[in-house]
């Protein structure tokens, strides 16, 4: 397939003519304005196609006479176009035809001359107009790929949603991954669909309130096509055009996160319990044991009370063995997640 190299230093031109005499006219044309211009010529359809399918040649621009043995009008313009997508093709008829030439330009025909009016300078205007359009049209074709390269192949989820109804408009690799479902079926569904209903209400108001940025709520429920649910932050930006607003949305799964949290806050509070154990429930039974060890310290002869203080301290040190062998089970659970 030809490929388009930029004017000024190299030009080369395949002229589509079956008349000889228009033909020796457009290329003295060209050699007249142009330093270093290579000039193909075919004069039939069949022979376009075949020069198009073998040639080497980098093409510059394509000059197509819409009146050829074997094929005219606008399916010679759509045939030639299939085969020559990537070369501006400027279309030269015998005749003025005002329709004709609206037709072939919503078409992708770059431009439309008439062969009487037709001089060196309108042919050499016309063909660096083509150029100079078509290397625009290419930065912004690679400008489009580049944004659906970083969309579609982004880790993240990501949608694209009309501004008005929040429709999906596209969904990227990750969405459908993540979420499970196919982009036919991403499409026939609303990013509302996502929430739980409770949340619906405020995940519209977000998005009208706000032209750009994060979801001012720590996390939204997000259900995923076989039941589960997930907790997310939502980010999304506005993109403004002529004849719409979009919003690009991206998702970032905090499950995890979330349920980390949990246990840690779980953990805190088992930790608080502890200590509080250890500050109130220890101190009985240690206060009682150190008590009875105080009298039969004091009265050391006093056998008549022994027996019972001896049972006092059995009590308390049992007691206070329970409570140790809690908090061991308590803090056991710590290690082991």
Known sequence: MSKIINYPD???????????????????????????????HCSSYAESILFLEKTKETLSVLLLD????????????KSILS???HVPVIVITGYSDLSMAKSSLKMGVYDFLVKDEINPDLL???????????????????????????????????WLLDFTTLKILNANFAA???????????????????????????????????????FDSNHFT???????????????KVLQNATSNEIIVLSNDITEMINQINTIQIQNAKLRNIA???????????????????????????FEDLPFLLKQLKISTNE????????VTETKGFTEK
């Not at 220890?282 to 004091?298: D, H, Q, T, Y």
Request: glycine letters at 4%.
């Open 10 to 40: 190299k030009l080369s031109v395949l002229v589509i003519e079956d008349n000889p005499g228009d033909f020796v006219l457009i290329e003295d044309y060209l050699l007249e304005k142009f330093k270093d211009v290579t000039i193909s």
């Open 83 to 85: 085969y020559s997508f």
């Open 276 to 302: 509080w154990t250890q500050s109130h429930i220890v101190r009985a039974p240690l206060s009682r044991i150190l008590g009875i060890i105080n009298l039969i310290e004091m009265q050391p002869d006093n």
């Open 320 to 327: 206070m063995d329970d409570i140790v062998k809690k908090i």
């Open 176 to 214: 459908q991954i993540k979420y499970g479902y196919s982009l036919d079926e991403f499409k026939a569904m609303s990013f509302l669909a996502f929430h739980p209903e409770a949340e619906q209400p405020k995940v519209k108001q977000q998005f009208e309130l706000n032209e750009n940025g994060v």
């Open 66 to 77: 819409l009146n050829l043995p074997d094929l005219k009008g606008l399916d010679l313009i």
């Open 124 to 158: 050499e205007k016309t063909i660096i107009y083509t150029l100079n359009r078509s290397s625009f049209i290419n930065q912004i074709d690679d400008a489009k790929m580049n944004y659906e390269n970083l969309f579609n192949f982004s880790p993240q989820p990501m």
């Open 222 to 236: 997000h259900f995923l096509q076989n039941g589960n649910e997930i907790k997310v932050e939502i980010y999304y």
